[in-house]
């Protein structure tokens, strides 16, 4: 059968697979009109920090980075970070920054190596139209002050959204606005899964900084400096828009997602593929009773979803090379 095979510079084409993410928790204290994870799995069971870090530690990755919904609110977010640090795991966090300030990275986030703030316009009154948080920026910069204290690094994330940083001097007012809170480096992203706000970086910078109308083939990400600032470009392929081709059968490196319960999944999943797992797991409590623990049956469905996984990617690779290949699912990464 032939395959799409994706860039080797992409996140699905292997780059950063000694990569884990993890997602925290489902609460966040901002409401982005296209948050993913409005419609994203959340599981019933809560693990403990104790568990979710033994997990991230045996998975093996050297980076583990934190995400959620807002991983702020994570009330363990202190002794993760030291869990994961005596186990020599170098910690990343990305973050709206509402929560942020000096004392909160005092007490909380010693031991990080980075932070990726996502503030979506470099008018903090605009950031809030999109994102329904007000960031005080003295706090802000009082903020990225204390974590270079620390040595840890600060990006920027900033969605291309239209109607707001949606122009070539618009990327450079925010790159001015970057360097005068004193962050490393800034990430520009096309949106995913929202193509009402979609704006295309290639077609908007004219293809300048290795942007094009390919991310699968010719790679989603790419790096450069521009004004004095470290870039990063991130574009959306087929899989993740409408405003480009989808790649046909497309061969995407495994990428894995450790969730609040404790449980490491291939990829991001949707509430609606996850339904038979939170089925599964509501049959077995009922039948157990008070035998396992909340922890021991999300094992047990883990194990029971392997397996079936197994299976079924067997019968699915010989169904296939029967038959056409069929038309991409979606995108996990």
Known sequence: ???????????????????????????????????????????????????????????GKTNIILLGGEPLLYKGL?????LLRIAGKKIWITSNGFLLSREFVLENLPGINGINISIHHYDLARNKEITKIMI????????????????????????IISGQIDNEDEIMAYLKWAKSIEADKVRFAELKEDDENFVDLAKML???????????????????????????FRQMCGLQTTKRVAPRNPKQEPKQVLYYDGIIYDGWKKENEMKSVKQLYEMI????????????????????????????????????????????KGCHY
Request: net charge negative.
């Open 285 to 328: 409590k009922k039948q157990t009773g008070d035998k396992l623990t909340n922890g021991e049956i999300a094992e047990l469905v883990k194990l029971i979803n392997i397996q079936a996984g197994e299976a079924a990617e067997e019968a699915t690779e010989k169904a296939l090379s029967k038959q056409a290949p069929p038309e991409p």
């Open 206 to 232: 004219n293809y300048q900084y290795g942007l094009n109308d390919d991310p699968f083939t010719h790679g989603c990400n790419s790096d450069c400096i521009i004004d004095g600032v470290p870039v990063n």
């Open 1 to 59: 059968m032939d395959y799409s095979i994706p860039n080797p510079r992409n996140f699905c084409g292997g780059n950063f697979q000694d990569w884990l993410e993890v997602n925290l928790l489902k609460s966040c204290n901002a409401k982005c009109s296209w948050c993913i994870e409005r419609s994203g799995f959340h599981p019933d069971y809560i693990a403990t920090t104790e568990k979710i870090a033994e997990m991230a530690i045996a998975s």
């Open 78 to 82: 202190r002794k993760l970070i030291e």
């Open 136 to 159: 005080d920026e003295n706090r802000l910069k009082e903020s990225i002050e204390e974590l270079h204290s620390l040595g840890v690094s600060i990006r920027m994330n900033c969605n």
